[in-house]
């Protein structure tokens, strides 16, 4: 498999892939009403998460963290996306003000960067966001809601972007359908993220 070398000014020691290893559940779920007002409001948002930041902010960027092609693993298959399809996964950190806000995990099928998507696998510092939203094809299917542990690697990196004491942290997942070819975007929200304040 084909790793890009990203040229990043990150100047903490990130380990690429972080990996989103999660319990993801229905936001249905019992223990997902005991989630602030607040946080529920970010994690169920099905608008431009892009676009929600921006407006809390004066400048906002994106940080590629890493780009990777590798086989997709069974713990992060699902019904359009099968265990060993060939990915392109990038992780990037979004900030707002210079604040690390979320990290954010994309796989994007091999088979789906074809045709005018192709441009998705050079999107460089580009919000993936954006670009989906700005498609009048995308289709956004159902939410998926996880917390992360402590001990987790995203909380790893939370530790090295934040002066914070580590605590735990609740990110969102979807499929997106774009041109009706499929990807799948994981957003978690870091320690500083408007969604915690």
């Given at each position: 498999?084909?790793?890009?070398?990203?040229?990043?000014?990150?100047?903490?020691?990130?380990?690429?892939?972080?990996?989103?290893?999660?319990?993801?559940?229905?936001?249905?779920?019992?223990?997902?009403?005991?989630?602030?007002?607040?946080?529920?409001?970010?994690?169920?948002?099905?608008?431009?998460?892009?676009?929600?930041?921006?407006?809390?902010?004066?400048?906002?960027?994106?940080?590629?963290?890493?780009?990777?092609?590798?086989?997709?693993?069974?713990?992060?298959?699902?019904?359009?996306?099968?265990?060993?399809?060939?990915?392109?996964?990038?992780?990037?950190?979004?900030?707002?003000?210079?604040?690390?806000?979320?990290?954010?995990?994309?796989?994007?099928?091999?088979?789906?960067?074809?045709?005018?998507?192709?441009?998705?696998?050079?999107?460089?510092?580009?919000?993936?966001?954006?670009?989906?939203?700005n498609n009048p094809s995308l289709q956004r299917q159902r939410l998926e809601l996880s917390s992360f542990g402590c001990d987790s690697s995203v909380a790893a990196l939370a530790a090295q972007l934040t002066d914070l004491p580590t605590q735990e942290l609740w990110g969102r997942r979807s499929i997106f359908?774009?041109?009706?070819?499929?990807?799948?975007?994981?957003?978690?929200?870091?320690?500083?993220?408007?969604?915690?304040?």
């Amino acid at each position: 498999m084909k790793q890009k070398t990203v040229n990043s000014p990150l100047t903490f020691p990130v380990a690429f892939p972080i990996t989103l290893a999660g319990q993801w559940q229905s936001p249905d779920d019992e223990g997902l009403s005991l989630l602030s007002a607040r946080l529920t409001s970010w994690l169920l948002d099905e608008g431009s998460l892009t676009a929600r930041l921006k407006s809390h902010c004066t400048n906002f960027r994106v940080k590629v963290v890493g780009e990777q092609q590798q086989l997709c693993s069974a713990q992060e298959a699902c019904n359009i996306i099968k265990v060993g399809e060939p990915i392109l996964v990038r992780e990037v950190i979004l900030y707002c003000d210079n604040i690390p806000q979320v990290f954010a995990r994309s796989l994007l099928p091999l088979a789906t960067l074809t045709g005018k998507e192709q441009a998705l696998a050079n999107l460089g510092e580009q919000p993936l966001g954006q670009v989906l939203f700005n498609n009048p094809s995308l289709q956004r299917q159902r939410l998926e809601l996880s917390s992360f542990g402590c001990d987790s690697s995203v909380a790893a990196l939370a530790a090295q972007l934040t002066d914070l004491p580590t605590q735990e942290l609740w990110g969102r997942r979807s499929i997106f359908i774009l041109e009706n070819k499929p990807l799948m975007v994981a957003e978690v929200f870091l320690p500083n993220a408007f969604a915690y304040q």
